[in-house]
């Protein structure tokens, strides 16, 4: 009788805990009324934890009466929340206030994603004030610039010499930066339209890895997204040396309410660079965004920008004439160089929250895109009296759509998160045109012009299964692609086609080994497309070559201020391609191998100075050339970048920053050699009240640098024979500019 009656107690307990438990619904919001993403929710009692959305909303399970939750965000002070009885019947509405950066306060199991939150980081304790600085926020990555900010930059990242973005993905809000079969170069992404102030998250991945991310991420991708709401409007003024002027307006159009927000933005920016023939360079950026939460807290997002740019250009220039006194560093062989460019952007952002497990994302954009430049890569190789002057131009409109459903479940202790997302882009450009010119007036023969029609059609589907510490995520995506090209310069219509599908796998899998120490293992196979030109005159051959790769990882908190992260990684391409522009054409140099490992540390050595450093070792090599005769030409095998940041030290703030990149081959043999350099800015800021005033430094040790460079075969008007050697853009030299901003 006393076992029955212990029984009917025992079972009388579990049915009173089944009824107590609880499922507690909220919002987490700011001071100012916005929602915040990526908040850790965690039970104290229970162990079980959650994060919120992108409109701030969180569900978290098997909550008691009486439990305690602990709502934490880096840069947020935290909050205990006590779960009452009216828990379960009210959704709370949680305001987190903001406060200083604590790298102390971070720990790494409680974080959506430790890399996003590094980047957070950065731009926190050393904001970006040019499109230059958005780049080189992504740890690892190096960039170069071959006209003064005109063209696209030159990339480098994991010894790749990406040129314009052949082996990297870059978006905005959704919308891609990377243009497919463009006049100057495959995958050429073009950053100059993101003004940087208006730049809230940087969110990057190295590798193959990512289900989401399609064409061009072989070395890696980086998604920027926009601020929904600007703190404060301001205004900024800036000049420097060099003619130099830049220009901000940044106003909020509407009180900042939990229901909507929109600003616009404006940048003006001029300049004649260090150049001994003026660069001319001026750039007129306009951005807007509109945001609108509706009474069920789904989102809706409208942003509209235009950006228009045009320049001189000096372009790279032959180290012989330089050496034998002809010309400056800053001097030009064909100062006729140089181009215009501008884009317009539409793009459409809905959030909607279908269920309490289950949410829609789904953005549609469009894009209208021109693109004109004129380049002489060689002189008087090819043309002996006209020079060999080229033009490349293109009118280009892009339409596309991206949708992903998340949905949320358990299967009995094991968390699970399904993401299924479907894509569609099409480009169709009108007259892409190389042509031979004589300066920049005269159009002497047209090499190719014709019409491209380019579709990519995407479906990826991505599981997460969390199993107490160990977390598997199983991937695959499908890429569709349509190519048609009309050759215009052909004497009848001619209408070439070429389709392809390939199918990319994925597999990672990570371990939380403790609070502070996470262990990773990705796998993977991306691919990078090949010009459409080329895909249809060689019958199809080489459309989506492959890149097969492995990191295996840890990103490690020892210290309380101390965050690292390192990567031993390993990467295999199919086929390489080098895009040569000026002849349009695109040459395959075969199989690569790459393998190198990456460091990162974060370290706060007081509540307002922080250490930053990130190093990228790497062995390239092309697998089919014998040895000594195999190297890649401009992948870089060492890098490094870092610095120190003050952040908010009695009205101060400020920093110094470096980038160095090791000697490197520039050809197949490495007799030709391109110069490492070593190169230091520097930026300090004072705020009272309302203004700031501002002191920034490019190149303050003022050391001769070469920003690009190539090994290039060419010849001069008074040579008789051709010359190999290399051919560079000049770094800045010491470059002193100052600010004042206002904000209100």
Same mark, same amino acid.
């Given at each position: 009788?006393?076992?029955?009656?212990?029984?009917?107690?025992?079972?009388? /307990?579990?049915?009173?805990?089944?009824?107590?438990?609880?499922?507690?619904?909220?919002?987490?919001?700011?001071?100012?009324?916005?929602?915040?993403?990526?908040?850790?929710?965690? $039970?104290?009692?229970?162990?079980?934890?959650?994060? *919120?959305?992108?409109? #701030?909303?969180?569900?978290?399970?098997?909550?008691?009466?009486?439990? %305690?939750?602990? /709502? #934490?965000?880096? #840069?947020?002070?935290?909050?205990?929340?006590?779960?009452?009885?009216?828990?379960?019947?009210?959704?709370?509405?949680?305001?987190?206030?903001?406060?200083?950066?604590?790298?102390?306060?971070?720990?790494?199991?409680?974080?959506?994603?430790?890399?996003?939150?590094?980047?957070?980081?950065?731009?926190?304790? $050393?904001?970006?004030?040019?499109?230059?600085?958005?780049?080189?926020?992504?740890?690892?990555?190096?960039?170069?610039?071959?006209?003064?900010?005109?063209?696209?930059?030159?990339?480098?990242?994991?010894? !790749?010499?990406?040129?314009?973005?052949?082996?990297?993905?870059?978006?905005?809000?959704?919308?891609?930066?990377?243009?497919?079969?463009?006049?100057? #170069?495959?995958?050429?992404?073009?950053?100059?339209?993101?003004?940087?102030?208006?730049?809230?998250?940087?969110?990057?991945?190295?590798?193959?890895?990512?289900?989401?991310?399609?064409?061009?991420?072989?070395?890696?991708?980086?998604?920027?997204?926009?601020?929904?709401?600007?703190?404060?409007?301001?205004?900024?003024?800036?000049?420097?040396?060099?003619?130099?002027?830049?220009?901000?307006?940044?106003? =909020?159009?509407?009180?900042?309410?939990?229901?909507?927000?929109?600003?616009?933005?404006?940048?003006?920016?001029?300049?004649?660079?260090? @150049?001994?023939?003026?660069?001319?360079?001026?750039?007129?950026?306009?951005?807007?965004?509109?945001?609108?939460?509706?009474?069920?807290? =789904?989102? /809706?997002?409208?942003?509209?920008?235009?950006?228009?740019?045009?320049?001189?250009?000096?372009?790279?220039?032959?180290?012989?004439?330089?050496?034998?006194?002809?010309?400056?560093?800053?001097?030009?062989?064909?100062?006729?160089?140089?181009?215009?460019?501008?884009?317009?952007?539409?793009?459409?952002?809905?959030?909607? $929250?279908?269920?309490?497990?289950?949410? +829609?994302?789904?953005?549609?954009?469009? %894009?209208?895109?021109?693109?004109?430049?004129?380049?002489?890569?060689?002189?008087?190789?090819?043309?002996?009296?006209?020079? =060999?002057?080229?033009?490349?131009?293109?009118?280009?409109?892009?339409?596309?759509? $991206?949708?992903?459903?998340?949905?949320? *479940?358990?299967?009995?202790?094991?968390?699970?998160?399904?993401?299924?997302?479907?894509?569609?882009?099409?480009?169709?450009?009108?007259?892409?045109?190389?042509?031979?010119?004589?300066?920049?007036?005269?159009?002497?023969?047209?090499?190719?012009?014709?019409?491209?029609?380019?579709?990519?059609?995407?479906?990826?589907?991505?599981?997460? @299964?969390?199993?107490?510490?160990?977390?598997?995520?199983?991937?695959?995506?499908?890429?569709?692609?349509?190519?048609?090209?009309? =050759?215009?310069?052909?004497?009848?219509?001619?209408?070439?086609?070429?389709?392809?599908?390939?199918?990319?796998?994925?597999?990672?899998?990570?371990?939380?080994?403790?609070?502070?120490?996470?262990?990773?293992?990705?796998?993977?196979?991306? @691919?990078?497309?090949?010009?459409?030109?080329?895909?249809?005159?060689?019958?199809?051959?080489?459309?989506?070559?492959?890149?097969?790769?492995?990191?295996?990882?840890?990103?490690?908190?020892?210290?309380?201020?101390?965050?690292?992260?390192?990567?031993?990684?390993? /990467?295999?391409?199919?086929?390489?391609?080098?895009?040569?522009?000026?002849?349009?054409?695109?040459?395959?140099?075969?199989?690569?191998?790459?393998?190198?490992?990456?460091?990162?540390?974060?370290?706060?050595?007081?509540?307002? +100075?922080?250490?930053?450093?990130?190093?990228?070792?790497?062995?390239?090599?092309?697998?089919?050339?014998?040895?000594?005769?195999?190297?890649?030409?401009?992948?870089?095998?060492?890098?490094?970048?870092?610095?120190?940041?003050?952040?908010?030290?009695?009205?101060? %703030?400020?920093?110094?920053?470096?980038?160095?990149?090791?000697?490197?081959?520039?050809?197949?043999?490495?007799?030709?050699?391109?110069?490492?350099?070593?190169?230091?800015?520097?930026?300090?800021?004072?705020?009272?009240?309302?203004?700031? !005033?501002?002191?920034?430094?490019?190149?303050?040790?003022?050391?001769?640098?070469?920003?690009?460079?190539?090994?290039?075969?060419?010849?001069?008007?008074?040579?008789?024979?051709?010359?190999?050697?290399?051919?560079?853009?000049?770094?800045?030299?010491?470059?002193?500019?100052?600010?004042?901003?206002?904000?209100?």
């Amino acid at each position: 009788m006393k076992t029955q009656q212990l029984l009917l107690l025992f079972l009388f /307990l579990l049915i009173v805990l089944k009824i107590d438990a609880q499922q507690v619904k909220g919002q987490v919001i700011n001071e100012l009324n916005q929602p915040l993403e990526a908040v850790y929710v965690y $039970n104290l009692n229970t162990k079980t934890h959650a994060h *919120t959305s992108e409109t #701030g909303q969180f569900i978290i399970e098997n909550t008691n009466q009486g439990d %305690s939750l602990k /709502l #934490g965000l880096l #840069g947020y002070k935290t909050k205990i929340l006590s779960v009452t009885e009216d828990s379960a019947k009210s959704v709370f509405t949680i305001v987190l206030q903001e406060k200083l950066f604590q790298l102390e306060e971070m720990v790494i199991e409680e974080q959506l994603s430790p890399v996003s939150t590094i980047s957070r980081l950065d731009l926190s304790t $050393n904001p970006v004030n040019s499109s230059q600085d958005v780049l080189r926020k992504v740890p690892g990555l190096i960039i170069g610039q071959h006209a003064g900010g005109g063209k696209a930059e030159q990339i480098f990242l994991r010894g !790749f010499d990406i040129d314009h973005g052949t082996d990297i993905s870059i978006s905005v809000d959704g919308m891609p930066v990377n243009m497919v079969s463009h006049a100057h #170069g495959q995958g050429y992404a073009d950053l100059h339209f993101l003004i940087p102030e208006t730049v809230n998250k940087i969110d990057f991945g190295k590798g193959p890895y990512y289900a989401k991310e399609g064409d061009f991420t072989t070395a890696g991708y980086v998604d920027f997204a926009t601020k929904d709401y600007l703190k404060d409007s301001e205004v900024t003024f800036s000049i420097g040396q060099f003619n130099t002027i830049r220009t901000l307006g940044m106003i =909020d159009l509407l009180e900042k309410t939990k229901n909507q927000n929109s600003y616009l933005a404006v940048e003006y920016l001029e300049g004649d660079g260090p @150049f001994d023939s003026p660069q001319n360079f001026n750039r007129i950026n306009l951005f807007g965004k509109y945001v609108m939460f509706s009474p069920e807290n =789904d989102k /809706l997002t409208l942003t509209a920008s235009h950006f228009t740019s045009r320049w001189d250009a000096s372009g790279q220039i032959p180290q012989r004439e330089v050496d034998n006194g002809n010309i400056s560093r800053f001097g030009a062989i064909d100062d006729t160089e140089g181009g215009q460019t501008q884009r317009t952007n539409l793009n459409v952002e809905y959030y909607k $929250n279908v269920s309490e497990n289950t949410s +829609l994302k789904t953005n549609a954009f469009y %894009s209208h895109y021109n693109f004109e430049l004129y380049s002489n890569f060689t002189f008087f190789l090819e043309d002996p009296v006209n020079g =060999d002057q080229i033009k490349q131009k293109e009118n280009r409109d892009i339409f596309g759509l $991206n949708s992903e459903l998340n949905y949320t *479940t358990n299967l009995g202790n094991v968390a699970l998160k399904l993401t299924s997302g479907l894509s569609l882009r099409h480009d169709n450009t009108t007259d892409t045109e190389l042509s031979h010119t004589l300066n920049r007036t005269t159009t002497l023969e047209q090499i190719q012009l014709g019409d491209i029609n380019q579709t990519n059609a995407a479906a990826y589907f991505n599981a997460d @299964f969390e199993m107490g510490k160990f977390t598997i995520a199983p991937a695959v995506r499908l890429d569709h692609f349509k190519f048609l090209y009309t =050759d215009k310069l052909s004497e009848t219509y001619s209408a070439e086609a070429e389709t392809k599908a390939i199918v990319s796998p994925k597999l990672n899998a990570f371990y939380n080994a403790n609070n502070n120490l996470k262990l990773y293992l990705k796998t993977g196979i991306g @691919f990078h497309s090949n010009d459409a030109r080329v895909v249809v005159s060689n019958s199809g051959e080489d459309i989506l070559p492959r890149a097969y790769g492995a990191d295996l990882g840890t990103i490690w908190k020892p210290f309380s201020k101390l965050v690292v992260n390192s990567a031993l990684w390993y /990467l295999f391409l199919d086929q390489e391609f080098v895009y040569v522009g000026d002849a349009g054409i695109v040459e395959p140099s075969g199989k690569t191998e790459r393998y190198g490992f990456d460091l990162g540390v974060r370290y706060q050595l007081s509540n307002w +100075l922080f250490i930053d450093t990130d190093a990228t070792l790497t062995h390239a090599r092309s697998v089919e050339d014998p040895d000594g005769e195999n190297y890649i030409p401009l992948a870089p095998n060492f890098t490094m970048a870092g610095g120190l940041a003050v952040n908010n030290l009695n009205g101060f %703030s400020g920093g110094l920053k470096y980038r160095f990149v090791d000697d490197r081959p520039a050809n197949e043999d490495n007799s030709i050699v391109a110069e490492g350099y070593f190169v230091t800015d520097f930026n300090v800021n004072y705020t009272i009240h309302n203004l700031t !005033f501002g002191v920034a430094i490019e190149n303050l040790f003022d050391v001769d640098w070469n920003e690009t460079q190539f090994a290039t075969e060419s010849r001069l008007q008074n040579e008789p024979e051709a010359v190999e050697e290399i051919h560079f853009t000049p770094g800045t030299p010491f470059f002193a500019k100052a600010m004042v901003t206002y904000r209100f």
